[in-house]
């Protein structure tokens, strides 16, 4: 979603730009090692390529609003995380500078939702989920639904973020607000999941040999390290988002669950999930951290079995598909 | 999809045309922080900025169907943002934040509006790059936006070649299959293209550096000249 | 990029030295061209451009597509500078690959210097190897069939820039080959305009246009009459004749063959099937039947 002008505070929007361009900055620097002739002619393709799919509609069951790509699980696939952020930048920079999609101020935090989070954080998620669903072409489909899913709420979730940062000291309720939007953006990010799955399933199909473009996960200790850190932050972050609307709406459901589980730790004013000052971003103090890696781990045990469930039922799918062309 | 789609108004001839285009960078950015950082309560002056705006519009020749056009393209969305506030959970610290956001979020699409209709992509590209952008980036920019409607154009073509295979009103399964197919094979087909385009570049000596074609380097800024030459016209 | 990646490496033969006979002068056959030389051990030998009256050298060339279909036999001809050669045949008789083996696009792991399978493809006396690769593209300018592949900035000044640039031409020197490129095909007016707003005739234009600007010695032309009204063909036909140096293009039309150019070779399922002067070669019914072709109007009697 692109966030207009005026909607986060101009001290927010400088914050999110400083963060975006350091991360874009890198990408450029580590894009410069890797063979950049090849990266001018693939990452503006693939970046006009995103443009235009985006625009593509997939209507939605009795809604007048259709779904539609955004496509940062895809660039970072096919591109990898460097040109991947690159395509995405790219993308996002002319939707805000020619369509006057997105707020000029606002583009810092467009490129940290997006670019950042969906290319960069998606990339770590897929590659850490490939090497538990395998390296096979199906490994990697149902991979990339995962991670398309989980960027898509990490997104909305650093949206809430950024928000509530914009706007301190009202007596406003923002948590009603949040959990809608992180619902929304989870019945958002299947679309996006289900359209990516298919997208790489059908160039896997036809030209496989363009996914290896992507460089293949370094196996370097520090490099998985690194990925496995970023995956688990924004699992963190997808797992606390999910966990608001049961905190601020149904608060007995909560506590009975947290008594039943044995989270005793959890905090027992739901109202203040999002706490006026936090010294970390997801980690309300009353919160142990243990409640919250816990719940983490949780949320990305919950979306790697549905993930799982994704990959098994176009397997069959497609074996059916197989079975009637009669080939 | 025309080649002029965004920038329909940018060739024309007329006082904001010609000015700088890195003083209509410094404009539209000054315009969008005051209004950001001024806050609600003194909203004469949003009103006062936003009539600058429409004035530089009318100034720069853009009819106000098509201001009014974009506008109703954009304006749905922020309503909804900005009224899902107050709405939610009422009161009068929602309604103060709606209006905040309605104002800056129309002040700031106005002013972009302008600096895109009076200035032409590929002039406004060079400024981003004099004024610090990354060449790869603008590089990367002008060959995205080159392609963007070869892209378009074939997408657009596949989607009318689909229409006109499909006989009554397709399924909601069958619309997201084939949406995901056609992505799938514009994905396919524009990085095939891209791999002959790099093979065009090599042959033309391509080796990753980017160099940037500065004619006018002496002479007065292009979009005065193009300017010029529209008049000559 | 993956050009390079994906297409095999061709097979690789001894080539033969530069100063045996070449096929080229031998009279129309409608046979498989042999040249009457035997296969030597040393590779092409170097020599100095100047000095050599050979543009194009190809001595028993084999390429095969990936996948392993075959997609050039054995091929050896000769062009010698200042000759408008077309080469003509069937779709899929190799004629794309044989032009792109002379600008150094394929194969795709182009061989160096110093390995045993040296080149079969020389260019001004320059063996087409690694280490020359620069020179080979600066000499031959490749123009593809579709020139939306090859027009990839956003303005044509920018467009027919990029060559000088790349070869460090100074700021100045590229603008004036620029303007010095876009008159030689008429369109010096059109240096600042869109490229997104050309007809396909002024594309293929400003394609050519961008080529020249890098000065070379030979033209090698995909299909450069494609998808053109009869102006635009006469347009560009004009600017190809104002060139001053060796042509060599493929196409499907035989009638411009006749008026244009001086030898046609017909190649099919990638060998060499007849060479010579296109008023003998392409009145020969039995050839033009053999290899799918058909006797241009202007021949016919």
Redesign the interface.
Known sequence: MHIPDGVLSPEVCVGCGVLSASAVGYSLYRLRDSLADRTVPLTGMMASLVFAGQMINFPLPGMPVSGHLIGGVLCASILGPWAGCLAMTLVLVVQCILYADGGLLALGANLLNMAVVNAWGGYAIWTVARSLFGKHPRGMVSAAVAAAWMSVMASAALFCLEFRLSWPGTEFDFSRIFGLMVLLHALIGIGEALITGSVLRFVLAHRADLIQMAPQASASIPASVGRFVVAGTMAAFVAAAFLSPFASEWPDGLEAVAERTGFNELQRTPQAFFLDDYALPGLPEQWSPLSVSLAGLLGVIVVMFLAWGFGKAWKMTMYSAKATDGR | MA??F??RYAREASVCHRLPTGLKLAL??TV??V???VPVEHWPVHVMLLSVVFAGQSLAGIPLAYLVR?LAL?LP??LI??L??PL??G?E??WR?AS??????V???TT??W??NVTT??V??VTLRRYGM?G??V??????????????DE?DRM?QARQARTFGKPT?DQ???S??????????R??????????????????????????D?DSPP?SE??AG?SDAR | MRIRRRLQNGKRVHPMPVDETPSGSTPPVDETATGDVSPADSPIAESAPAESPWAIQVRQLNFVYPGGRPALNDLTFDVRVGEIVAIVGPSGAGKSTLLMHFNGLLPSEIPRRSDRAAASVSIAGIPVVRENLPDIRRRVGFLFQDPDDQLFCPTVGEDVAFGPLNLGCSQTEATARVIESLTAVNLADAISRSTLQLSMGERKRVCLAGVLACRPEILALDEPFSNLDPRARRNLLDCLRRFNGTLVLTTHDLDVVVEFCTRVVVLDNGRLHADGPPAEILANPALMQRHGLEIPFRLRT
């Open positions: 080649g002029n965004w920038d539209t950015l969008i922080l209004g950001c950082f974009r954009f969305m922020l943002l900005s899902s506030l939610s959970h009161g610290a929602g934040m905040t956001i309605l104002l800056r979020g002040l700031a699409f972009m509006l600096l895109v992509t590929d406004l590209l990354p790869i980036v590089a990367t920019l002008a060959f995205m936006y080159r392609y963007l409607f070869l892209v378009w997408r989607i909601i619309r997201w299959k949406g995901t197919q056609l992505i799938g094979m514009l994905l396919v524009s990085l095939t293209r891209a791999e002959r385009i790099y093979g065009a570049m090599c042959a033309r000596g391509w080796n990753g550096t980017v160099h940037h074609w500065e004619p380097a292009s000249r193009k030459s």
